[in-house]
């Protein structure tokens, strides 16, 4: 029996009426599928079983990615890559259509959901993610929490939160709750950020003095000029006052300079 790497954030799925839950979210027949981090393979094995037309996993842990190469080496259409996710270039190796799984290690889920917003062709070749967050983040992404990281996730994906996970569903038992969020594309970008990373810049700088008013920060990003291009905004007010599309404008202005 592998144990679990506390460095590697794994806390395994055990719960098989979860990983039901999980795939009744979509239709996996036919289709190519991405799995993030399948661990010892229970959501894998329930993927398997609704004939997928191709499986791609992505597995950091050696050991665990050569014991699922041996278990599914009957399979000609899986393929396991023994990489960290965030050193692959995702983009380049996905297939059309493709369907993104993934119960994200806690310490590095929000990087991983942002590599694929920062896809160089939008719509992108990926049709749905599916994946797992701390509730905690989850609620920062679909805007419960509103923020930087729901600012950025709005920019190119629609997300519903789907359902949560108790700590009794995963060995070894987190301490916090999970949740399922389902994200799909949008096909139809009306602001044309050039760089992901400025957004990403812009909204730290923004939210890192969350209570102070933006009229400060926006001077130090945006000329006069530009700043009156932005329809008479409210300079008192506060980084959560903003939507996401003011700053979206923003990063535009910022780029045009």
Same mark, same amino acid.
């Given at each position: 029996?592998?144990?679990?790497?506390?460095?590697?954030?794994?806390?395994?799925?055990?719960?098989?009426?979860?990983?039901?839950?999980?795939?009744?979210?979509?239709?996996?027949?036919?289709?190519?599928?991405?799995?993030?981090?399948?661990?010892?393979?229970?959501?894998?094995?329930?993927?398997?079983? $609704?004939?997928?037309?191709?499986?791609?996993?992505?597995?950091?842990? $050696? &050991?665990?990615?050569?014991?699922?190469?041996?278990?599914?080496?009957?399979?000609?259409?899986?393929? #396991?890559?023994?990489?960290?996710?965030?050193? &692959?270039?995702?983009?380049?190796?996905?297939?059309?259509?493709?369907?993104?799984?993934?119960?994200?290690?806690?310490?590095?889920?929000?990087?991983?959901?942002? @590599?694929?917003?920062?896809?160089?062709?939008?719509?992108?070749?990926?049709?749905?993610?599916?994946?797992?967050?701390?509730?905690?983040?989850?609620? $920062?992404?679909?805007?419960?929490?509103?923020? %930087?990281?729901?600012?950025?996730?709005?920019?190119?994906?629609?997300?519903?939160?789907?359902?949560?996970?108790?700590?009794?569903?995963?060995?070894? %038992?987190?301490?916090?709750?999970?949740?399922?969020?389902?994200?799909?594309?949008?096909?139809?970008?009306?602001?044309?950020?050039?760089?992901?990373? @400025?957004?990403?810049?812009?909204? @730290?700088?923004?939210?890192?003095? $969350? %209570?102070?008013?933006?009229?400060?920060?926006?001077?130090?990003?945006?000329?006069?000029?530009?700043?009156?291009?932005?329809?008479?905004?409210?300079?008192?007010? %506060?980084?959560?006052?903003?939507?996401?599309?003011?700053?979206?404008?923003? #990063?535009?202005?910022?780029?045009?300079?």
């Amino acid at each position: 029996m592998i144990l679990p790497k506390k460095s590697l954030g794994q806390n395994f799925l055990i719960d098989p009426n979860i990983t039901e839950k999980i795939l009744k979210i979509t239709n996996i027949e036919n289709k190519n599928i991405i799995e993030i981090g399948p661990g010892r393979g229970a959501l894998t094995e329930a993927i398997l079983k $609704k004939k997928p037309k191709s499986l791609l996993m992505i597995e950091k842990d $050696k &050991i665990l990615a050569n014991q699922l190469k041996i278990k599914l080496k009957n399979f000609n259409n899986v393929k #396991v890559i023994n990489k960290d996710i965030l050193d &692959i270039k995702i983009e380049k190796i996905i297939k059309s259509k493709s369907v993104i799984l993934g119960n994200l290690p806690y310490n590095i889920s929000s990087k991983i959901l942002i @590599n694929f917003i920062k896809f160089e062709k939008w719509p992108p070749k990926f049709s749905e993610i599916i994946f797992m967050f701390q509730k905690e983040v989850a609620e $920062k992404i679909i805007g419960k929490s509103y923020g %930087r990281l729901s600012i950025i996730t709005n920019y190119k994906l629609n997300c519903e939160k789907k359902f949560e996970v108790s700590p009794n569903c995963f060995y070894p %038992r987190p301490k916090v709750i999970s949740s399922v969020i389902h994200f799909t594309p949008k096909k139809n970008v009306f602001f044309k950020i050039k760089n992901l990373e @400025n957004l990403e810049k812009l909204t @730290n700088i923004f939210f890192s003095k $969350k %209570r102070k008013m933006i009229k400060k920060n926006l001077h130090k990003v945006l000329s006069i000029d530009q700043i009156k291009k932005l329809k008479d905004l409210n300079l008192s007010l %506060r980084p959560a006052d903003l939507k996401p599309e003011t700053y979206y404008k923003i #990063v535009e202005l910022i780029e045009s300079k």
